[in-house]
């Protein structure tokens, strides 16, 4: 058995458990020399996975969307067509071009390779492009169609190109607790159904959830994967193929 075969073998193995015991679920998706991590409860559709990727518990991504050196938070919603740090090609050079940037002796030095960073509770519109090393803060919006190409502070929404702040989603005094509340480091399994439009109510309810131990912080035991190849997964019918 070649060290490729191996690979495969393995990867199968671990994408069948991550279904089992984290629900993982990748659907028809296709991927190029990344290694993942998922924290659980996953559904990544019809979409590219590349390079590192690490997605936290709850986030979702639907299909025809291209990830790539991307870490994603928890309870993240990344819609239809969105390309998380998308390949970029020289403009200061001769030729922009892939065949001709190959032959130059020194490298863009413009070029970031950074990784992207979506916070927690992000959602991110149809047709959204983030580019590489921004960063989305915690509870943002980006609207559909957008091309972020910087960062984005916690519990903005933005839309356009280049992507700008049109307002917050919530006054400055509930954005600053939201954040120290950090709700998405617990387990909200124990959350009864309460009216969510009343931010302010929901705030004073996790604190009091806390603060008399009814509420646990999660445990998290991630989903690793990873494959140096170019391959096709899809863990609903436990397929791996090459090429």
């Given at each position: 058995?070649?060290?490729?075969?191996?690979?495969?073998?393995q990867?199968s193995?671990?994408?069948?458990?991550?279904r089992?015991?984290?629900?993982?679920?990748?659907?028809?998706?296709?991927?190029d020399?990344?290694?993942?991590?998922?924290?659980?409860?996953?559904?990544?559709y019809s979409?590219?996975?590349?390079?590192?990727?690490?997605?936290?518990v709850?986030?979702?991504?639907?299909?025809?969307?291209?990830?790539?050196?991307?870490?994603?938070?928890r309870?993240?919603?990344?819609?239809?067509?969105?390309?998380?740090?998308?390949?970029?090609?020289?403009?200061?050079?001769?030729?922009?071009?892939?065949?001709?940037?190959?032959?130059?002796?020194?490298?863009?030095?413009?070029?970031?390779?950074?990784?992207?960073?979506?916070?927690?509770?992000?959602?991110l519109?149809?047709?959204?492009?983030?580019?590489s090393?921004?960063?989305?803060?915690?509870g943002?919006v980006?609207?559909?169609?957008?091309?972020v190409?910087?960062?984005v502070?916690?519990?903005?929404?933005?839309?356009?190109?280049?992507?700008?702040?049109?307002?917050?989603?919530?006054?400055?005094?509930?954005?600053?607790?939201?954040?120290?509340?950090?709700?998405?480091n617990?387990?909200m399994?124990?959350?009864?159904?309460?009216?969510?439009?009343?931010?302010?109510?929901?705030?004073e309810?996790?604190q009091?959830?806390i603060a008399?131990?009814?509420l646990?912080?999660?445990?998290?035991?991630?989903?690793?994967l990873?494959?140096?190849?170019?391959?096709?997964?899809?863990?609903?019918?436990?397929?791996?193929?090459?090429?």
């Open positions: 058995m070649t060290s490729r075969d191996e690979e495969l073998r990867l193995e671990d994408l069948f458990r991550a089992v015991s984290r629900h993982l679920y990748i659907s028809e998706s296709t991927v020399n990344f290694v993942a991590e998922f924290e659980g409860g996953n559904f990544v979409s590219h996975l590349s390079g590192a990727i690490r997605m936290g709850h986030s979702y991504v639907n299909p025809g969307c291209r990830l790539r050196h991307v870490n994603v938070g309870y993240c919603s990344i819609a239809d067509r969105v390309v998380l740090s998308p390949e970029q090609h020289s403009i200061r050079m001769v030729s922009s071009h892939p065949h001709m940037i190959v032959k130059s002796s020194a490298p863009d030095t413009s070029l970031k390779h950074a990784e992207t960073k979506v916070g927690h509770d992000v959602w519109g149809v047709g959204a492009v983030v580019m090393g921004v960063t989305i803060g915690h943002a980006v609207g559909a169609a957008s091309i190409t910087s960062s502070p916690p519990y903005a929404v933005v839309v356009g190109s280049p992507a700008r702040v049109i307002r917050l989603r919530f006054p400055e005094k509930i954005v600053e607790q939201l954040l120290s509340l950090e709700w998405w617990y387990s399994s124990n959350l009864k159904p309460m009216d969510l439009t009343d931010v302010e109510a929901f705030i309810h996790i009091t959830m008399q131990g009814d646990a912080p999660l445990v998290i035991h991630p989903a690793h990873r494959y140096s190849g170019k391959g096709r997964l899809d863990n609903f019918s436990s397929v791996v193929t090459t090429g």
